[in-house]
């Protein structure tokens, strides 16, 4: 693999996002993720840029989505090819991103006007139409439907994975002294079967650390802050336990 992780002559790009490329892998039903080191937008947050956070990304999402194939939850992955290289299974994907909010913080509290920190009584699902021409509206349930974005059935299955994974993923992060605040999750089909696919990481989550309430002031992975190199390796060592990173 080239040092700097774009494509090589032969391989054929088949979409580039923010923070993504997807290549068409040798196997026809799979794609290739690369892992870009660029920064990113979650809930109307600026994320960081910093070499290297391609593969850092990539080494959280790995750690989360075998834990959740443990649990039998059906996602994407996949076999590492290279430190910001993922083979998956390659879906087509839903325009669907579902919003998992256990604890209020963000846009949250500016819409209900909440004290950030403010755990929730039952996690808060909300459901955006990936369209960028349309600024990525919250929509609901029916919409996604009415809309033929997925059928019904698809979008209960959505709503059953998404309740599962986080009940999953909140025990997770718990053992490991982490407040899982919020987070997003995409979903793809394939043969009639639904996938839990792209990333989980600081890029489209919120952590909070339990003992200082995630420094509840000021959210490290922010762009303007000068630690979000520093605060996505932290996280990297909590979950993986290795000191060395
Ligand atoms: P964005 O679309 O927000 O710019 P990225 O930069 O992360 O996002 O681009 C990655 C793209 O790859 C996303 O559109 C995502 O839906 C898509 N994707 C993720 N996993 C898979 C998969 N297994 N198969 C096909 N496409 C995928």
Known sequence: MEPGGSALAGETVLFEG???????????????????????????EKRAEFKGKGAVRLALTKIVFEYLESYNIPTHWGKILGENRVQVKKLEMLPIRVL???IAAGSLCERFNLKAGTPLKYP??????????????????????????CSPDE?????????????????FMERRKLKLVDYTLEFGRLQNQIYLADE???????L???EDNGALKQNYFRLANNKAEESFRAILKHLTGDRNL
Request: glycine fraction near 2%.
């Open 18 to 44: 923010t923070t993504k490329k997807v290549l068409q892998a040798e196997t026809d039903n799979q794609v290739v993720l690369e892992f870009k080191d660029s920064k990113s937008l979650f809930d109307g």
């Open 155 to 171: 979008m209960k299955h959505i709503s059953r994975l998404s309740s599962k994974v986080n009940a999953v993923l909140k025990a």
């Open 100 to 102: 998992i909010r256990n």
């Open 208 to 210: 909070w650390y339990i």
């Open 124 to 149: 808060v699902l909300e459901y955006y139409l990936k369209d960028e021409s349309l600024g990525n509206p919250m929509i609901s349930e029916s919409h996604a439907y009415a809309f033929d974005r």
């Open 200 to 206: 989980i990481s600081p890029d489209n989550s919120r």
